[in-house]
């Protein structure tokens, strides 16, 4: 018997070791084995001579693998985040893996379910369908042969696919996967877009040294043609035959990416995001592994994906939060891509209009090469933006009237409208007229989010909800009334004002589903829709040839946030928002609604562009001792009583305490109560990386042990993004 060591999926920092009768078992492959009572997936990391627990220890249960699931590379990477990160190796493992690995099942493909037609006779079908269209047009579909039932639910609900099946129709069929090389491209496509001298400076650059490590900030404005320089960059690597991974930050970019990249190259490309089932992530994985596909896109999580042969990693929109995972594992997508990058010797490509101020410093050193994209592609050029004084204005809905006659402009020339407000519901509040009572949730200490047209209120921090009141708890009056503004509001105001247009709403309430977002952003480009009113998920690199005008009712709160990140956001977003309009022939402009027109923030960016904007607050965060010029770890402690939390960070800022770090608290967090949870802070701060790791490595065992630590959940984010 021979005594191997298993890294298993729990918080503890340590290897398990057990007997195993083979001693070919390399590392990366995985064992079940028995952990008390559980059995439990875990990952062989090697063997070992000798046990403190040889008498105790027990056997492995059964091998799946005979060959590793994570390769030398992918192991690597998974040390150094446990390293950097002070996660459990164990539990870094798991998150490499796709979720159907995660559970024990064979890395080896599985069959595919497909949809059929039955063999009917046309009045048959006729009468069945009636005037149903949607099972009429996926009808149509089947008709040309079967379809992947993945493929399917990418444009129809599970209700249109059975009803086929249970009017006899279509039968559901499983088929074993055929996996074909890949047609690898030989020579350049001709037909492609010419580049600007800019796109063509970049692209020489990028494909000038494709085989070895070099990070490229592809700092483009909005319309710039960055997607074009990937696609010229990917060409080069494609017929070198080897395979591109590209990060998106949202699920809805995902799929006019694919499309564009499919369409130039006539290659599968892979997809990994959330809304995919276990296993069809793990057919992308698989493929991927073997080599049989070109090109991987993908959410975060797809930077664990296994390539063959790799060539290229790009990360679009680098600057975007989502990027950064904001539990368990708390690991940046970016951070993470330049070590992989680094790991593979291959080159890695960020690409972004506002890029990050830690991303943009790097470049502004010389570890990053700088390519610079300052003109927009073809005849678009760069909205006209604006700013509105609001101040002592009347507002409809948070509109002032100036505004609406401007959008009833923009829509009469025929051109769409774009409206952005950060608020998702009806109105943020809602409280009583005659006293002021607000109705706020008990759990969080938060005012309910009304959502008029779903009669509730909504906590958007722990999800409880309860119906709308109709008179005040506290002194009985019916007058209640809504303060503020959400999207919900002001679509039910744009609808009044203008029935003539239709008006569409973008957030995570109206774009639920699996298709729902592409279909919306099809609708939109097809202009089915002329007001486009929308949270966040707007601004996300979307490409809207027929906005010209883009409104942002308020964004005056991060003026004045807690947060020191918060300048920084609100320039990205505006600078983002700001570039979906005038991206085609005609003059887009982006008017900002503002209670400080003059503040220095706003009237820098408006003449002077993110590039001055970004350069100064740079200058800004030096002076102040911010990062990137120090690093921050942050411990989180949440309890029922906020004393427990206090007393241990209390206890944790007692023990880490060193000549060179700087520690802040224990503080409330900006968010301070959360799902009945009190939450405090500890910041550790300090000008040398390595010594901060250091001194966390050395104390994250006691701190684990302490007996306080049992009275509060706690957590360390190591490079925090946030301080909610």
């Known amino acids: 018997m021979h005594i191997i060591q298993v890294a298993l999926p729990i918080p503890k920092r340590q290897l398990f070791d057990y007997l195993c009768q083979s001693a070919d078992l390399m590392p990366g492959c995985?064992?079940?084995?028995?952990?008390?009572?559980?059995?439990?997936?875990?990952i062989v990391l090697g063997y070992t001579d000798h046990s403190e627990h040889f008498d105790k220890l027990k056997s492995v249960s059964e091998i799946i693998d005979t060959t590793p699931v994570l390769d030398s590379s992918l192991l690597s990477i998974c040390g150094w985040l446990a390293k950097y990160y002070h996660h459990p190796i164990g539990e870094v493992l798991h998150t490499a893996l796709p979720v159907a690995l995660r559970k024990g099942e064979s890395d080896q493909p599985k069959p595919i379910d497909y949809i059929q037609l039955v063999d009917k006779n046309s009045a048959d079908t006729l009468t069945a369908l009636g005037r149903a269209k949607k099972q009429i047009e996926l009808y149509g579909m089947l008709s040309e042969g079967p379809i992947s039932l993945s493929a399917i639910r990418q444009h129809f609900s599970d209700a249109v696919i059975n009803a086929l099946q249970n009017k006899g129709l279509a039968e559901k069929c499983s088929k074993e996967p055929q996996f074909l090389p890949v047609k690898w491209p030989t020579q350049a496509i001709f037909d492609k877009p010419k580049a600007n001298v800019e796109q063509a400076l970049a692209i020489s650059t990028i494909t000038g040294k494709l085989d070895q490590y070099g990070c490229y900030l592809l700092d483009g404005v909005t319309g710039s043609g960055k997607t074009e320089v990937y696609l010229q960059s990917i060409e080069e690597v494609l017929i070198q035959k080897k395979q591109i991974l590209i990060l998106v930050p949202e699920i809805g970019l995902t799929p006019q990416t694919v499309t564009r990249f499919e369409q130039r190259f006539g290659l599968e490309v892979g997809i990994l995001?959330?809304?995919?089932?276990?296993?069809?992530?793990?057919?992308?994985?698989?493929?991927?592994?073997?080599?049989?596909?070109?090109?991987?896109?993908?959410?975060?999580?797809?930077?664990?994906?296994?390539?063959?042969?790799?060539?290229?990693?790009?990360?679009?929109?680098?600057?975007?939060?989502?990027?950064?995972?904001?539990?368990?594992?708390?690991?940046?997508?970016?951070?993470?891509?330049?070590?992989?990058?680094?790991?593979?010797?291959?080159?890695?490509v960020l690409g972004s209009a506002t890029p990050c101020l830690e991303t943009l410093n790097n470049a502004i050193s010389l570890k990053y090469h700088h390519l610079s994209l300052s003109q927009r592609a073809g005849a678009a050029t760069m909205a006209k933006q604006n700013v509105l004084d609001i101040t002592n204005q009347p507002l409809q809905s948070g509109l002032a009237q100036g505004m609406i006659k401007r959008i009833?402009?923009?829509?009469?020339?025929?051109s769409q409208v774009m409206l952005f407000v950060n608020r998702r519901g009806y109105a943020p509040a809602l409280l009583c007229h005659y006293c002021g009572h607000i109705e706020q949730c008990q759990r969080c200490d938060k005012p309910y989010t009304v959502h008029k047209s779903l009669n509730k209120m909504q906590c958007h921090h722990c999800g409880g909800a309860r119906p709308i009141p109709n008179q005040c708890k506290v002194c009985g009056h019916q007058e209640m009334v809504t303060q503020g503004v959400g999207t919900e509001q002001l679509e039910a105001t744009l609808n009044e004002r203008f029935p003539q247009y239709s008006t569409i709403r973008i957030d995570s309430d109206s774009v639920r589903g699996k298709s729902k977002l592409h279909t919306v952003l099809e609708e939109i480009n097809q202009c089915k829709h002329q007001l486009?009113?929308?949270?966040q998920i707007l601004s996300k690199g979307h490409h809207f040839p027929h906005v010209t005008l883009v409104v942002?009712?308020?964004?005056?709160?991060?003026?004045?946030?807690?947060?020191?990140?918060?300048?920084?956001h609100l320039a990205q977003l505006i600078t983002q928002l700001s570039g979906r309009a005038g991206r085609a022939e005609k003059q887009g402009e982006m008017w900002l609604q503002s209670h400080q027109p003059g503040h220095p923030l706003l009237q820098d960016l408006i003449h002077n562009g993110y590039g001055h904007f970004a350069r100064y607050a740079l200058l800004e965060r030096k002076q102040a001792q911010l990062p990137p010029y120090l690093f921050h770890a942050l411990f989180r402690a949440e309890a029922t009583r906020a004393q427990?939390?206090?007393?241990?960070?209390?206890?944790?800022?007692?023990?880490?305490?060193?000549?060179?770090?700087?520690?802040?608290?224990?503080?409330?967090?900006?968010?301070?109560?959360?799902?009945?949870?009190?939450?405090?802070?500890?910041?550790?701060?300090?000008?040398?990386?390595?010594?901060?790791?250091?001194?966390?490595?050395?104390?994250?065992?006691?701190?684990?042990?302490?007996?306080?630590?049992?009275?509060?959940?706690?957590?360390?984010?190591?490079?925090?993004?946030?301080?909610?």
């Open 30 to 42: 995985r064992v079940w084995v028995g952990f008390g009572p559980r059995k439990l997936v875990g």
């Open 273 to 348: 995001h959330s809304n995919l089932t276990d296993n069809e992530r793990l057919m992308v994985w698989q493929k991927c592994r073997r080599g049989e596909l070109a090109m991987v896109i993908g959410t975060r999580s797809a930077i664990f994906t296994p390539m063959k042969s790799p060539g290229m990693i790009i990360v679009d929109e680098e600057h975007d939060a989502s990027y950064k995972q904001q539990d368990g594992l708390r690991y940046h997508a970016r951070d993470l891509a330049v070590v992989r990058a680094k790991e593979l010797n291959i080159p890695l």
């Open 408 to 414: 009833e402009q923009h829509l009469k020339a025929g």
């Open 532 to 535: 486009l009113i929308g949270t």
């Open 552 to 568: 942002i009712l308020d964004a005056d709160g991060a003026l004045f946030s807690a947060d020191y990140r918060a300048p920084e």
């Open 644 to 724: 427990d939390a206090f007393d241990f960070l209390s206890e944790v800022a007692s023990l880490v305490r060193h000549s060179q770090l700087k520690i802040i608290g224990p503080i409330p967090a900006i968010m301070e109560k959360r799902q009945g949870r009190f939450r405090m802070q500890l910041l550790m701060q300090c000008f040398n990386r390595t010594l901060l790791n250091q001194i966390i490595a050395q104390h994250i065992q006691t701190i684990e042990n302490m007996p306080l630590a049992r009275k509060a959940r706690w957590s360390l984010d190591v490079d925090p993004q946030d301080f909610m």
